[in-house]
């Protein structure tokens, strides 16, 4: 797949790392190609850093993990998206996202042309995207979003970066139960003080 990588930080940075080992080209959507964070994910193999719309306009897929308050700014930066799936990674922090919405990824949708946008990669830290791998356990990630195609990719896409199975929570009206969900990993790994190296793993009996 060639996938665009809009927000090269640490959670596009792992997936980055993780897509292209296993044979994805990845095209890094910067503002200025001279001068990015994540300059080290060029030593990557099927990397290159490209202008944000030129990466865009390369890619069928593309992952914006920049921070929330950028969002529309950035999708609408993307150029035309029709035909393109979209997988929204980001999360409104502290009351820090797009003003009037109480997600991300609905912000995107209202101000792009693609209806594949789906949210998944931000239920967990860049740690676990890494290297999701606990004992003899691989962790789960999770999916929200109407397109079937987008959630069919993100399904993937996990899988290739090593969780051991993506579940969809549900359509669009799933968003923000999702940053929801980040929410409960950020309180129990910072603020009730597990720390970094938790992971949700659905069991089934």
Same mark, same amino acid.
């Given at each position: 797949?060639? !996938?665009?990588? /809009?927000?090269?930080?640490?959670?596009?940075?792992? %997936?980055?790392?993780?897509?292209?080992?296993?044979?994805?080209? !990845?095209?890094?959507?910067?503002?200025?190609? %001279?001068?990015?964070?994540? @300059? $080290?994910?060029?030593?990557?193999?099927?990397?290159?850093?490209?202008?944000? %719309?030129?990466?865009? $306009?390369?890619? #069928?897929? /593309?992952?914006?993990?920049?921070?929330?308050?950028?969002?529309? $700014?950035?999708?609408?930066?993307?150029?035309?998206?029709?035909?393109?799936?979209? !997988?929204?990674?980001?999360?409104?922090?502290?009351?820090?996202?797009?003003?009037?919405?109480?997600?991300?990824? #609905?912000?995107?949708? #209202?101000?792009?042309?693609? @209806? #594949?946008?789906?949210?998944?990669?931000?239920?967990?830290?860049?740690?676990?995207?890494?290297?999701?791998?606990?004992?003899?356990?691989?962790?789960?990630? &999770?999916?929200?979003?109407?397109?079937?195609?987008?959630?069919?990719?993100?399904?993937?896409?996990?899988?290739?970066?090593? &969780?051991?199975?993506?579940?969809?929570?549900?359509?669009?009206?799933?968003?923000?139960?999702? $940053?929801?969900?980040?929410? &409960?990993?950020?309180?129990?790994?910072? !603020?009730?003080?597990?720390?970094?190296?938790?992971?949700?793993?659905?069991?089934?009996?």
């Amino acid at each position: 797949m060639n !996938i665009a990588i /809009i927000g090269t930080g640490n959670v596009g940075g792992a %997936l980055a790392t993780a897509w292209a080992q296993k044979g994805h080209q !990845i095209n890094l959507g910067v503002r200025d190609v %001279l001068n990015f964070k994540g @300059r $080290e994910l060029l030593s990557n193999i099927n990397t290159q850093v490209l202008g944000i %719309l030129e990466a865009a $306009e390369k890619s #069928d897929i /593309i992952l914006i993990s920049t921070p929330a308050l950028t969002a529309i $700014e950035v999708v609408k930066s993307l150029g035309d998206t029709s035909g393109k799936i979209i !997988i929204d990674a980001m999360n409104i922090i502290m009351g820090k996202g797009p003003e009037g919405y109480n997600n991300t990824t #609905d912000a995107l949708l #209202d101000n792009t042309q693609t @209806r #594949d946008i789906v949210k998944c990669f931000n239920t967990t830290g860049f740690n676990n995207m890494q290297n999701p791998n606990y004992g003899n356990l691989n962790l789960d990630m &999770f999916v929200a979003g109407d397109s079937i195609k987008g959630k069919e990719i993100a399904i993937q896409l996990a899988k290739d970066a090593g &969780f051991a199975e993506c579940y969809s929570v549900g359509g669009n009206d799933k968003f923000q139960m999702l $940053e929801q969900f980040a929410w &409960f990993w950020i309180n129990l790994a910072m !603020i009730q003080g597990q720390g970094r190296d938790i992971g949700f793993k659905l069991l089934k009996r």
